[in-house]
């Protein structure tokens, strides 16, 4: 395990738990991403580095090392990315998203405008859509799915039975018309975004909590993804190779 457990309170190693500014804008090669042996809320940072080709260390912690490593960072909670600026600092970037989006506008897989932007932003935001009833703000659609999951259905064709199914086969109608107004091969236009990547993520949840869904938008997904890949071969490349997991 690297520095982040070691030397996390030594001022003098130059190690910032406060608000990164202006040297975090460039990040450099030197990266160590922490994160348990999960897909989760993690696996769309891997999924950017892995688009952008960077070197990168991928820290898979394990309980006994959570618990001494816990205390150490900020807000107590992973995914953390240990980042090394140009001029020298190290910066913990905390909270998975904010993660994301910093990554994403570094190595050119936001949007480019406005209007790119809004489709990104408007796609990524549909797990955590309020309006639908019954489903809180802070509750996405990979907790639905796992609470299905969790529901010790043994065949995924009943999940009908569960009260919020209605719930996630309109999540999917909403996916079908975000990708019915794209123009382009991905969701923002003709190069691959963080909204593409997180289709790979949002594939990796339906085959593992619902893989007899049947849905009109989940081949168009596939195909996204296909498209990702061959632009991306970094992430081809991991997909083959990353470890298999529960979730």
Known sequence: MGPIINNRQQTANNVSYCEPRDAWIEVTDKQQFFYFNIRGRGE??????????????????????????KPKIPFKKLPVLEVATPN????????????????????????????????????????????????????????????????????????????????????????????????????????VTIADLQIIVLIDTIDRFLSKFKHDCVGKLHEIKESVLRQKPGVAKYLRSRPVTDF
């Open 44 to 69: 769309l940072i891997r999924l950017i580095l892995h688009a952008a080709e960077k070197d990168f260390v991928d820290q898979r912690v394990t309980s006994a090392e959570w618990t001494n490593l």
């Open 88 to 191: 020298g600092d190290t910066v913990m970037l905390t909270e998975s998203m904010a993660i994301a989006r910093l990554l994403a506008r570094s190595f050119n897989l936001y949007g480019n405008d406005a209007g790119e932007i809004y489709l990104i932003e408007r796609f990524n935001s549909l797990p955590l859509d309020n309006d639908r009833p019954s489903v809180r703000d802070d509750v996405d659609i990979s907790s639905l799915l796992e609470g299905i999951y969790s529901s010790n259905l043994k065949d995924a064709d009943n999940y009908a039975k569960i009260a919020n199914a209605e719930q996630i086969y309109e999540y999917f109608d909403a996916i079908e018309t975000a990708l019915r107004e794209r123009k382009g091969t991905f969701v923002a236009g003709n190069r």
